[in-house]
């Protein structure tokens, strides 16, 4: 987490930074801070969002060709004006901004005092400049050198950039574990977290790998090397992404947008790749490893948050169709647990950034222990696609709003697509049956395109109903169960109502204690496969006067008699209905937080991105 921008070249920096930022806010939004190079180091920052920092600096001295910029979800430190970035030396000549966290500041931070320094901030970043400082008054260095040579002593994460003013026309950038790229324009560059402050200068890119350091000056030279002072050649890409992928495009909020954009998306994550006409599934990252997939022995899938939702669907599929075994883990715990793992297992990373410090830990460990890495990821050239021996692109396009959406249902269209072609390799689904669900398979946008039509105003409506609620709880069964989770935590994040996500039988062992008319109960009832047991379900609630809204199959009869609301999804194979009855329940949420007054796209305390522990 935590956004960094920076530019250097001719231009003038402030308004490069500033835009950045913005498209960076997603990262973080505790603080925002820029420092810009005119004769001195001015630096300005302030607590909350870009838009405080941007009025804060009205009256202030902005001009200047170099300088950085830093959006903060805060670690170490409280939010505030004081610990944002950038964090000044002692003497004030250099600079820096940084995302992730240095471990051992405590230690290097008491030795640092020893020799004299001052802090003024509570942050482990402020340590990190001082050592900087340190370094190069004791030896008389560069400041990429002295940079380098205080980077080989922390331990922890960090994407840093750092400027000096006794060497004004300089940047020096480098990373571990946090991401950091790098457009190269004539003349200049820009550095940032990810792509989306870079796309519109230019689409020539560096993606920094871990532990480099890059020298980048406003004469246009770029030099580059590892942390341990080996000579790198940057490789350099074309960015594959589009200036209106990044912006509002009408809608009030980037969830909105991305929720109607799934139709889109989810044909975007098929095209090419699945033909119920000549009935395949191409995989491309899969072909190659698919005999090793088939027959391994566990695949165990990684993941955080929403996309360890998408895990536990993969789990329903996979065991189902292509009868492998499946294991779903906190990437979190897992990596913490020394597993037990061979080089007959596969590890399959869930993610839509592809930065997710947890997930990509639990790669590293898994890799060390012989397994095949896989990785399921949305950000094209992200650290979780780079790191894996394979893997498949989900193809939604930039997620901007915190809350996920469309990189959900990007992930279970792969996901379904993987299990499907996983089985047909296997021969364990029946050909017929495997051309009829590929032809419903690519129907499933149409069908979604016409619920978010016709769900919409109900959505609304039932939004009115239940927005005061200070509880909510969702159920389901089957495939349908990890949907309710995703449901419960998509309210919790954005509306801050407290919600909990329950297979519908388990309610009875506890939850149903809580159940009262105050409780509104989303059940999400479209399995046909256990329809007669979630009628039984909805019964229970209902007896104890919970507020029941049941997802159900269109022209559905019986749970309509009971429930008080009920939203019809289009009929479709259940294998399917995971992408369909999870649009209900993410503009239930989206109404519920506008109703409530949240910020959608930037709920409290969250950020989209989490490259820490
Ligand atoms: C954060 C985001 C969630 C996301 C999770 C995992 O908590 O707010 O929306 O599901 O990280 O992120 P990843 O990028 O690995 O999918």
Redesign the pocket.
Known sequence: MCGIVAYVGNKQAYPILIKGLKRLEYRGYDSAGIALFNDEINIYKKKGKVANLEEYTEDKNISGHIGMGHTRWATHGKPDDTNAHPHKSGNSDLAIIHNGIIENYAPLKEALINEGHVFETETDTEVLIHLIEELQKRDNLSIEEATRLALTKVIGAFAIVVMDKKDPGKIVAARKASPLVIGIGDGEFYIASDATPIVEYTNQVVYLKNEEIAVLTNTGEFSLKTISNIKQTPSIQELDLKIEELEKGGYDYFMLKEIHEQPKTIADGMRGRLSAEESWIRLGGLEEFENRITKAKRLIFV?????WHSGMIAEYLIEEYARINVEVEYASEFRYRNPVLDEKDVVIA???????AD?LAALEMAKEKGALTYGIVNVVGSSIARLTDAGSYIHAGPEIG???TK?FTGQVTLLTMMALSLAHKKGTLPKSDYSRLLAEFENVPVKIEKLLKSCDEQCKFIADKIASASNALYLGRGLNFPVALEGALKLK?ISYIHAEGYPAAEMKHGPIALIDENMPVIVTASNMSSYEKIISNIQEVKARKGYVIAIVPEGEKEIKKTADHIIEIPETEEIFTPLLTVIPLQLLSYYIAIIRGCNVDQPRN?????TVE
């Open positions: 993941a955080c948050g929403t996309s869930i993610s839509q950034s592809g930065e997710t997930t915190v809350a996920s990189a994040e969250l950020a989209k991105s989490v």
